[in-house]
């Protein structure tokens, strides 16, 4: 059967529990992004990074190892970065949820996303939706990031084509233009 | 332009495809296509429309389009639109190739939108991206795309103006004629220009490398806006209506099949809708027995893979053993090999040498855990099969996919979407192959997701490899003969398996007047490929690291021993501009030794590497500054990488390429290792397999000598200089050789 998400209109695919299943299906709701998702039929249990990217089209999330060691599935909850590959998506219905759809604020740009776009960080960019959440995350908490602060909150963040150089710098760089009184929203 | 011997990877693919011809049909085919290319085909794969009927196309709108060739499209209104032709991996062709068109267009990068173009081997020659060959066979074909494009519009302009050709000049996407102060931009020419006869692309000027505007400056990437948003790039994001999730069990050693597996107990559990057994055609490289399970989720299909209970026929498996295998070496290296090449007598030149050293040079087997798990979504219907695909060789997917379904390769069609990460992988199409026999038998659309557990265990491996070296300096301290005994192996015990090979552009060949080469393979079963920068990615450790054990030993500065070893310059394979030039390898490592201030003084306990590669066309010289304490932690400071490569395309992009591969090659040096066990891969996932993360990152500061060749690759050159570079430097801050890798075996950490 088919279910619509209520707010967005997203269609989602589910299938009523089997008797023999294990799981315990039910609905949750989930507030991404600003938005209120109520997503029906579900396994509580699944990781949010599967209900993010196959119940709610969100794909900017990406699923990198399933153990929580690469990074490339950080989103924020409570504004907090957490694992979405190990976070079950009822621990944290009715919690605000922010991805990387949603750094944007009206449609500009957080000054991470363009520092990355500037320093061209990228190569394969498979982890970097990962990297930046963990960064914008860092710089809320902590504006003025030493170099060993990024390091620190971006050791978890795996990127396997290397460009640590460059995320280093964008952080650096996006950090000195939202000091210097750009005004961000995240 | 002749392009002979292109590198060790055309040739080993080449005589592998070659050596399976008389046999199979099929591949006599492809092999033919593929000599085509290596052998001059590039310049016939400079496809132009069919006449002058299809260079005036209508877009939708009923817009009038200027189309003069598969890679231009210009709208009389809106963006120009250029095509990327070739697989993104992150090596950067999306914005590369692009740019090598517009700067031959005189086009405005702002005003050009660049878009992924179809599989079209009619219509773009070969699309892949492997080698680092994107740069090397596009060059010609893209500029002349773009210099006919333009020369068709400076001819519409002309006409409309009634002046001559020659009156006009280009600049910024506009024709202008200077003397009367008109301008017309592309866009209201484009009606026009598609009613301009084809010129012949071998008559269209091309521009000097003085008056590039572009090419050369750093771009950033054409998907850059797209991938900090998060749209949906990547295989991974694809998404057809009805689609379904599979997963996909294949046996932990390759080669076995399905005994018994609890079918109906998966099937019951909740969001599975199918679970079956695909028995496979035995090739590796296409479909391999297993069970398939599908499910209204990712995750539900993820789950029930892990209640999954499979028993597995391991008759026909393999039983590779890691541990065993390191012993068989040692014991091989004990005999003399079987000879692969000689040259001059190395008896007599040992006989009269002053000092001789003989060493034994080990690395691993590695996986090439490209970030993105391997995935494609397949849609079977109606006897055809559409793919949405992240694999580095569409047009080789397409023939595979029609074996395994048994259906025509015109029945397959392929999308191609950017790639999270190649590294080699992905020239390998077996995941998709999978996906599509999974939505035959499902009877709907399927995305196949492996898991990482997945792609650790059904890689194609870089092939370990082993050295037993001896050599010898006379007394005047030069190098006087090299003998190295390769230890290597075998899946049929006739030949290396895949990028197991010694090739000629490897050292010594040509450099020295005395060497002695010979062979011994151990049999193999688990499946091995290329890894970026094939052969040279382990061979140039061991090799860099000896000729320094040499320097050592005759008391020479590594810099000067080095220089000495390349000569007078002078091409290494005359009448190939592909190869091996001394003059451009010698600039490159006097370049990365005065910028990293070899020879200054350091503090205790610091010392500098140099390690020069020529691989794939690129000429790579890198010095490495470490220190290590007492309980051996290893800090890399910073490493200083000189290339030559040619004129550099994206600076922006050939930079990060260098940076990474110094990341890469660090981390695979330091901490990484593929071992088996009776036939099983033993490490699963990261916490096994550590990439290195952001703090032991070096200092790495990138030159390039922008020489007058015609331009080279990045994607893998710069990566075979890094492990030698940081191992030279070990021993040079500690006196500590380090001759097996990775350096974690020996205590090492960062």
């Known amino acids: 059967m088919e279910i619509t998400c209520q707010v967005c209109g997203f269609a989602v695919q589910v299938q009523a529990a089997r008797i023999s299943g294990r799981w315990e299906m039910s609905a949750l709701r989930l507030e991404v992004n600003g938005r209120e998702h109520q997503v029906e039929e579900i396994d509580p249990a699944t990781p949010l990074l599967w209900v993010l990217r196959d119940s709610l089209g969100l794909v900017g999330t990406k699923y990198g190892c399933g153990i929580g060691m690469c990074g490339a599935c950080v989103v924020h909850v409570d504004g907090v970065p957490v694992r979405s590959c190990l976070t079950s998506a009822q621990a944290v219905a009715d919690k605000p949820i922010t991805t990387i759809e949603g750094l944007a604020t009206d449609g500009e740009l957080h000054a991470l996303q363009e520092a990355w776009i500037e320093h061209d960080v990228a190569q394969c960019g498979y982890c970097q939706a990962g990297q930046i959440m963990s960064a914008a995350a860092l710089l809320k908490e902590n504006p003025k990031p030493s170099a060993k602060d990024i390091e620190e909150a971006l050791a978890g963040n795996l990127c396997r084509c290397g460009t640590y150089l460059r995320i280093r710098e964008a952080i650096e760089s996006a950090a000195g233009k939202m000091n210097g009184g750009k005004e961000i929203g995240s | ?486 230890i290597t192996f075998s899946d049929d015990g006739e030949r290396p398996v895949a990028a197991g090979s010694l090739g000629r552009s490897e050292f010594p060949e040509y450099l020295l007047s005395n060497f002695r080469i010979t062979q011994s393979m151990m049999p193999l079963a688990t499946p091995c490929g290329y890894w970026r920068a094939p052969g040279s990615n382990g061979i140039a450790f061991a090799v860099q690291c000896f000729l320094h054990e040499l320097a050592v030993a005759a008391g020479r500065d590594h810099l000067e021993f080095l220089l000495e070893v390349m000569g007078e310059p002078r091409w290494m394979e005359s009448g190939n501009p592909r190869a091996l030039h001394t003059g451009r390898a010698a600039a490159v490592i006097r370049l990365a030794a005065e910028k990293s201030g070899w020879g200054k003084p350091l503090p205790e306990g610091r010392g500098r590497g140099l390690a020069f590669h020529f691989s794939h066309m690129g000429h790579i010289a890198e010095v490495a500054e470490v220190s290590v304490d007492a309980d051996k932690r290893l800090k890399v400071h910073r490493v200083t990488v000189a290339g030559d490569v040619g004129p550099i395309v994206n600076l922006g992009a050939a930079e990060n390429q260098c940076q990474g591969s110094v990341i890469d090659g660090f981390s695979t040096a330091l901490g990484l290792q593929v071992t088996m066990e009776k036939g099983r891969v033993q490490e699963d996932n990261f916490h096994q397999y550590p990439i290195l993360g952001m703090p032991a990152t070096p200092q790495v500061d990138v030159h390039f000598i922008q020489s007058d060749y015609s331009p080279t690759g990045l994607g893998e050159p710069a990566l075979p200089p890094v492990a030698p570079a940081i191992c030279n430097a070990i021993f040079a801050a500690t006196g500590q050789r380090v001759s097996s890798l990775p350096l974690s075996k020996h205590g090492y950490s960062a």
Request: glycine share 10%; with cysteine; hydrophobic share 40%.
């Open chain 2, 1 to 486: 332009m002749i392009y002979q011997g292109l590198h060790d990877l055309t040739k080993e693919v080449e005589d592998k495809r070659a050596a399976r011809t008389s046999a199979d049909p099929m591949n006599r085919r492809l092999f033919l296509k593929v000599s085509g290319l290596a052998g001059g085909g590039m310049v016939l794969a400079f496809r132009l429309g069919s006449g002058p009927g299809s260079l005036l196309a209508a877009s939708q709108d009923g817009d009038k389009e200027f189309a003069p060739n598969g890679y231009v499209r210009i709208p009389s209104q809106g963006k120009i639109v250029i095509f990327a032709k070739n697989p993104e991996i992150g090596q950067g062709v999306k914005t590369a190739l692009p740019m090598i068109v517009a700067e031959e267009l005189d086009a405005d990068w702002a005003d050009v939108e660049v878009q992924q173009s179809e599989i079209d081997e009619e219509r773009y020659g070969r699309q892949f991206a492997g080698g680092s060959l994107a740069i090397p066979l596009n060059w010609d074909p893209l500029r002349k795309a773009g210099a006919v494009a333009r020369h068709m519009l400076v001819a519409a302009a002309a006409q409309q103006w009634s002046v001559e050709a020659s009156e006009c000049r280009t600049e910024k996407s506009a024709v202008v004629h200077e003397a009367s102060g008109r301008r017309l931009g592309y866009g209201e020419l484009a009606e026009k220009a598609a009613a301009v006869p084809l010129p012949d692309p071998e008559a269209v000027a091309l521009k000097e490398h003085s008056q590039y505007k572009l090419l050369g400056k750093r771009i950033t990437g054409v998907d850059n806006r797209a991938l900090v948003t998060g749209e949906a790039l990547f295989g991974i994001d694809q998404k057809v209506p009805g689609m379904l999730y599979a997963t996909y069990q294949k046996c932990p050693a390759t080669g076995g099949k399905v005994a018994e597996a609890n079918l109906d107990e998966v099937r019951a559990l909740a969001g599975v809708k199918d679970a079956f057994v695909l028995e496979g055609n035995d090739h590796v490289d296409e479909l391999m027995p297993g069970v398939a399970i599908v499910a209204t989720s990712t995750w539900a299909a993820i789950s029930a893979k892990r209640r999954l209970k499979v028993t597995w026929d391991e008759e026909g498996a393999s039983k590779d053993s890691w541990s065993s295998s390191v012993e068989k070496a040692h014991e091989l290296a004990k005999g003399d090999g079987t000879l692969l090449r000689e040259k001059g007598d190395v008896a007599q030149a040992f006989e009269n040498a002053d000092k001789i050293v003989e060493a034994f040079y080990q690395y691993p087997f590695l996986a090439h855990a490209p970030l993105e798990p391997q995935n494609c979504t397949a849609w079977f219907r109606d006897g055809a099969v559409e793919l949405w695909a992240p694999t580095q060789t569409p047009q080789s997917a397409l023939g595979k996919v029609a074996h395994t379904l048994g259906i025509p390769e015109a029945k397959v069609t392929l999308h191609q979407t950017r790639i999270g990460g190649g590294f080699g992988r992905r020239l390998v199409n077996d995941y998709v192959c999978e996906a599509a026999a999974i939505s035959q038998k499902a009877g709907a659309p399927v995305k196949l997701q492996w898991t990482r557990e997945d792609d650790m265990a059904h890689d194609f491996y870089r092939v370990a490899g082993f050295h037993s070296f001896k050599g010898a300096v006379d007394s005047s301290g030069k190098l006087s003969a090299w003998q190295d005994h390769f």
